[in-house]
C-alpha cells in the first residue's frame, strides 16, 4: 500500500509537527507525542479546568486537532493504534495540570484504560486533582460483549462539551458530570467499505468482496460484528439509526445532534448525502435534528466507511455545543510559520547502575529481546488476523529498549532492583494493553523477590507476577489471553520445584506449560480485548499474546540453562 510518509516510525511525531505548524493554538510537548496548547502557561495561571484526552495515532484529526480553547488542553498520542504508555499519560498530566484539576476523557478500550487509569492514579499521588470520564457510545456492542462498548466518534462531543463547561469556569466536578452525561446519552454505530492500512503493517486488516460491507466496526482497523451486502445510503442510515435510537432509548420528540464522521477514506459529497439522509431518517421518527455536523473528525486511517453519532440535547448541551473554540479541528485552522514547543516538565531520573553482561538477568533480558524483535512479523501476522496487528510492533519496540538499557540497570542492588528498571523501561517504552500488563509483571516479581533469592524464590515471584497480571487487566485462564500460557507455565514451575526437581527440569516444564496453553487458545472465544469483537473469527488462531508469552519463556530457559 502507497503511503505519504517518511518512515512508520515517524509518523506520529512528523504527523504532530504538521498540525503545530499549521495551528497557532497547538504545541508540541517537547520530546513526546503530546499536543498542547500554546497558551499552557496562561491557563495554568487561569486556574480553570484542563482537559485530557488521547490514545493511539490514526484517528486523525483526532485527538490533537480538538486542543485548543474551549476544547481539550492536552492530547497525548500513542504510536497508531496503540494506546501511549503510562508515563506518557502521566507527563501529559502533569503539563496540563492547573489548580482547578484535570478531567481526562478516555475511550473505552483496554489499553486505554489502563494507561490513562494507572496515570491518574499516579498524578493524584502527586497532589494533582483529577477525575475520569469513559466513553463508550458503541451501539453495535452490548455492555457485556467482550471487553464492552468501544469508544467511538460520539468521544468528539464529549471534548466539545466539556471543553466549553471547563472554558465557561465551571469546577472539575460540574464538568466531570456534564461530560458524563453526554458520554452516558450520546450513541455511535458505523459500517465501513473497505479497511485500513496501519504504516507499519503495510496491508489491510482485513478484505472485503467488491460488494460487501462491515456493519458495527471499532477505529481500529478490526472487523466488525457482522458482513453483508452494501446498500443504498438511505437503508444505511436507517439501519444506524434504529440501532442508536433503539438502544439509546431516544423517544418521538426529542432534540438531538447528529455528527456524521468520515472513517478516514470517505468523500466529503458522500458524508454530505449520509448527512442529509440522516437528517431525513431522525425527523421521520419524530426526532427534531438541532444540530449537525459532517466531516472526519475520528478516523480509523484511510478506511472508506462513515459512523453515525446521535446525542440527545437540552438547552444547556446545546449552548455549549455552540460555545466559541479555537480548536483546529472544530472546525478552523490559524497557520504559523514554525512549531511552537512546550518545555516538558521535569521528571525522576531514572534508576543508573551497571549490569555485567554475564549477568543472567542479562543475558536472559537480551536473549528476550533478540528474540521478539526477530518475532516480530511473525507475532504483526498472528495479531493482524484476530486483532489489530500491533503486538509484534509494540513487542519489538519495548525490546529494542531493554536492550539500550539493560547495561544500565542497577545489578549491584539485587535482582528485585533490576527487574524494578526492567519495568519502567518496558512501562516508558510498550504502549496498548501489553505495556502496562508487562509492566506490572515484572513490577511484581521484583517485590516477591527477597535480597538471595533460590529458585523457590523465583517461582514464587514468577506467581506474584502472574497475579498482577490478572489482577490489573481482569483476565483468567480460559479467557484467551497471556495468562492462559503465563498461568500454567508458574504452576508448572512452583509445583516441580516443590516435587524436588532441579530448577533447569522445572523450568523446562513451564515451557512446555505455556506453550500448551498458547496452543490450546485456538479454541478458546475471546472474552477481553480486541479479538472479544470478533467472536467464532478467532477460533482456529492462538492468541498472539499467549503465543509471544510461551516464546521469551522458552528462551530464558534456552539461555540460563546450565
Known sequence: MKKLINAPGDVVGESLNGLARTSAVVARLDGSATAIRADIAAVRESGQVTLLSGGGAGHEPAHAGYVGPGMLTAAVSGEVFTSPSVDAVLEGIRAAASPGGVLLIVKNYTGDRLNFGLAAELARAEGIETATVVVADDV???????????????????????????????????????????????????????????????????????????????????????????????????????????????TGGARVAVLVNGLGATPPMELSIMADAAVRELTSRGLEVARVWAGTFLSAL???????????????????????????????????????????????DAPAGSLAGDDPLRRAFEAVAETLISARDTLTEMDREVGDGDLGI????????????????????????????????????????????????????????????????????????????????????????????????????????????????????AVRAAEEGAAATAGIRARLGRSSYLGDRVLGHPDPGAHAAALWLSTVAATLRP
Open 140 to 250: 453495535a456492542l452490548g455492555a457485556a460483549d467482550g471487553a464492552g462498548r468501544r469508544g467511538l466518534a460520539g468521544t468528539v462531543l464529549v471534548h466539545k462539551v466539556a471543553g466549553a463547561a471547563a472554558a465557561a469556569g465551571l469546577p472539575l466536578a460540574e464538568v466531570a458530570a456534564v461530560a458524563g452525561r453526554v458520554a452516558e446519552q450520546v450513541g455511535t454505530m458505523g459500517v465501513a467499505l473497505s479497511a485500513c492500512t496501519v504504516p507499519a503493517a503495510g496491508q489491510p486488516g482485513f478484505l472485503l468482496d467488491g460488494d460487501e460491507v462491515e456493519w458495527g466496526l471499532g477505529i481500529h482497523g478490526e472487523p466488525g460484528v457482522e458482513r453483508a451486502s452494501l446498500r443504498p445510503v438511505d437503508e444505511v442510515v436507517s439501519r444506524l439509526a434504529g440501532a442508536i435510537v433503539g438502544d439509546r432509548g431516544i
Open 394 to 509: 509494540s513487542l519489538a519496540r519495548g525490546a529494542a529498549a531493554l536492550l539500550a538499557e539493560a547495561p544500565s540497570y542497577p545489578g549491584e542492588e539485587g535482582a528485585g532492583a533490576v527487574l524494578r528498571a526492567a519495568s519502567a523501561t518496558v512501562r516508558r517504552s510498550v504502549g496498548g494493553t501489553s505495556g502496562p500488563l508487562y509492566a506490572v509483571l515484572l513490577l511484581r516479581a521484583a517485590g516477591a523477590l527477597p535480597p538471595v533469592a533460590s529458585p523457590a524464590d523465583w517461582a514464587g515471584a514468577f506467581r506474584a507476577g502472574v497475579s498482577g497480571v490478572r489482577e490489573v487487566g481482569g483476565a483468567e485462564p480460559g479467557d484467551r489471553t497471556m495468562v492462559d500460557a503465563l498461568q500454567p507455565a508458574a504452576d508448572a514451575f512452583a509445583e516441580r520445584l516443590a516435587a524436588g526437581e532441579q530448577w533447569p527440569a522445572a523450568l523446562a516444564a
Open 302 to 348: 484511510d478506511m472508506a466507511g462513515a459512523s453515525l453519532s446521535v446525542l440527545p440535547v437540552d438547552d444547556e448541551v446545546l449552548a455549549l455545543l455552540d460555545a466559541p473554540t479555537e480548536a483546529p479541528a472544530w472546525p478552523r485552522a490559524v497557520p504559523s510559520s514554525a512549531p511552537a514547543v512546550v518545555a516538558a516538565p521535569p521528571t525522576a
